[in-house]
């Protein structure tokens, strides 16, 4: 159970890239900033809320970070998970260093486990055009527990921006570019591929998010519920 909430936390993190106001076009780096989801299973049906909200931002020289706390509660309001990671905008990117993506809350979870991580950070570019693809990301993670090894695995790849389109949430109505790209996660003797496509609108973030198993039908979907700052 402890590793099935971490893949599902880190799943939404891996798919939502964040950026920075002085240096970005997307999300709004402003603390207190809030975003709220809500997620459904293939059918429709609600399985929780998802919130982000920016904590604390820094300025350094020409980079920005900022801190983003997010919390997952369950389709009967219990909170299933939370944590937090850290992104720097410099430039003309963000990055998001895989290594925080394993918070102080992450790592409580695996407390009585040997542990190391390694992987590529994500990266999210500025001028996103149609056609363009985006760098692979992947985050590692080989544990030890009782003599028992366990290593699991997920895998951004084949990022690309699809097309431009304009889609209506209860948050209102946003032009969003469509990412597409395919996670896979890799644990134990098992493997899965999880093609995705993420709207994403500008001074907003993340619209919606659809997940799809190997055969295209819809496994998951997240859409943007509320919005402030």
């Known amino acids: ?31 207190g900033t809030t975003l709220e989801y809500t997620s ?7 399985q929780g809320t998802i919130s982000y909200t920016v904590a604390n931002v820094t300025d350094e ?31 003309n990117t963000v990055t998001i260093d ?20 390694s992987g590529t950070d994500i990266e999210l570019p ?25 290593n699991s695995q997920v895998d951004m790849i084949n990022r690309k921006v699809e ?3 304009t889609i ?4 209102g109505t946003f032009d969003c570019y469509v990412i597409y790209s395919e996670n896979q996660s890799k644990m134990m003797m098992a493997q899965q591929n999880f093609p995705s496509r993420l709207w994403l609108s500008e001074g907003v973030g ?12 819809p496994m998951s979907s997240t859409v943007l519920s509320a919005f402030s700052k």
Do not use: H, R
């Not at 880190?10 to 603390?31: D, G, R, W």
């Open 126 to 150: 500025n001028d996103l055009e149609v056609g363009m693809e985006l760098p692979d990301a992947n985050i590692i993670m080989k544990i030890s527990m009782s003599g028992m090894n366990m």
């Open 206 to 217: 993340m619209v919606k998010q659809e997940t799809f198993d190997k055969n295209g039908k």
């Open 40 to 46: 459904f299973n293939g059918k429709g049906k609600t």
């Open 1 to 31: 159970m402890k590793i099935k909430l971490f893949l599902i936390g880190l799943l939404f993190v891996l798919a939502i890239p964040v950026t920075a106001q002085n240096c970005s076009k997307y999300y709004p780096m402003e603390e």
């Open 168 to 171: 209506t949430t209860p948050a």
């Open 163 to 165: 097309k431009q389109e």
């Open 98 to 117: 895989y290594e925080s993506l394993m918070s102080n809350q992450m790592l409580q979870q695996f407390d009585d486990m040997e542990m190391e991580i």
């Open 61 to 91: 020289g020409s980079s920005s970070s900022a801190t983003m706390v997010m919390k997952y509660m369950d389709d009967k309001g219990k909170e299933a998970f939370n944590s937090e990671f850290t992104y720097t905008c410099t430039g």
